[in-house]
C-alpha cells in the first residue's frame, strides 16, 4: 500500500520535474530562429578604418538552422542547454549559456521573454551586445539596431544596420 502511494505521488510529479530542465539554445532562441534571425539584414561600422575588427558573429544574426546553433555551441565543448538564468536591468531575466560568468569562456546571454540574443562573449574576451531592439511589422522578436563590439582591452566598435 505505500508502495503504491509512493509509486502515485511520483507519478504526478514526473511532469513538473521534467518540465524544470533549461531550454536548448534552438528553442530559447525559437522566435528569431523563426524570423530568420536579423534575416536579410546586415550590420556596418559606423566609423570604418582599415583597422576596423570583424563584423558580428553571422552564425547569430543569421542562422542557418536550429540545429546549426547547437552544433556551434557543441563544436566549441559547450552544451547547448542553459546553465543558468540572470538579469540584465535593460531586458530583465536572462538565460546563460556557456561559460556561467563572465571572463570564463564563451558566453551567450538570450532575452527569457523575447527569444532573442542579448550578448555573446567569445573565448578570446570579445563582447557582443545586441542593443535597441526595434519593432518591425510580422517580427516578433525585432531587429537590434546597434550592435557594440567590446574589445578585451575596452576599445568599442559600434555596428549599425546598413541602409
Known sequence: MVFR??????LTLLPLAASATEP????????????????GTH??????????????????????EADALNRILLQRGIFPEAVGLDWREEVGAVLVFGARHPGEGVR??????????????????IRWRF??????AGRP???PDRVLRLDADGEQTLYTPSR
Open 5 to 10: 502511494l509512493i509509486g502515485l505521488i511520483g
Open 24 to 39: 536548448a539554445l534552438h528553442q530559447a532562441l525559437g522566435d528569431w530562429l523563426a524570423d530568420e534571425g536579423a534575416g
Open 43 to 64: 550590420f556596418e561600422p559606423q566609423q570604418a578604418t582599415p583597422g576596423t575588427p570583424d563584423n558580428p558573429p553571422r552564425w547569430l544574426l543569421h542562422p542557418d
Open 108 to 125: 551567450l546571454l538570450v532575452d527569457r521573454d523575447r527569444q532573442r540574443p542579448v550578448e555573446l562573449e567569445t573565448d578570446h574576451g
Open 131 to 136: 542593443l535597441d531592439y526595434q519593432s518591425k
Open 141 to 143: 522578436t525585432g531587429l
